[in-house]
């Protein structure tokens, strides 16, 4: 069974920040992107950032400037950085990836979602 598991999440004031942490663990062959996604109470749930396993990476653009997103791909660990946090920025924080699996002969694709964290910004 594979597994995404975010933390770093909580309470910040505006203008400050938080690096997210999302890590796999499981049995599988590989990962390739992974992303962040966010959902605020009452919304859709929208992409924040991506990143390829080559590291190329693309933001929304309310994220473009103040986060960060990188990996590690030794640790299968996504990180997101982010500053100058905003109240709009408040909403659980996902994390998403493809993951290549291998058995009964056969490779396939998996999509995996984590728990998500919640990050409040508020004063």
């Known amino acids: 069974q594979v597994q995404l598991v975010e933390s770093g999440g909580g309470l910040v004031q505006p203008g400050g920040s938080l690096r997210l942490s999302c890590a796999a663990s499981g049995s599988f062959v590989s990962i390739n992107a992974m992303g962040w996604y966010r959902q605020a109470p009452g919304q859709q749930r929208e992409l924040v950032a991506s990143i390829s396993s080559g590291g190329s990476t693309s933001y929304a653009d309310s994220a473009k400037g103040r986060f960060t997103i990188s990996r590690d791909n030794a640790k299968n660990t996504v990180y997101l950085q982010m500053n100058s946090l905003k109240p709009e920025d408040t909403a659980v924080y996902y994390c998403?990836?493809?993951?290549?699996?291998?058995?009964?002969?056969?490779?396939?694709?998996?999509?995996?979602w984590g728990q998500g964290t919640l990050v409040t910004v508020s004063s």
């Open positions: 998403n990836a493809p993951v290549l699996l291998y058995g009964s002969g056969r490779y396939r694709s998996l999509e995996v």
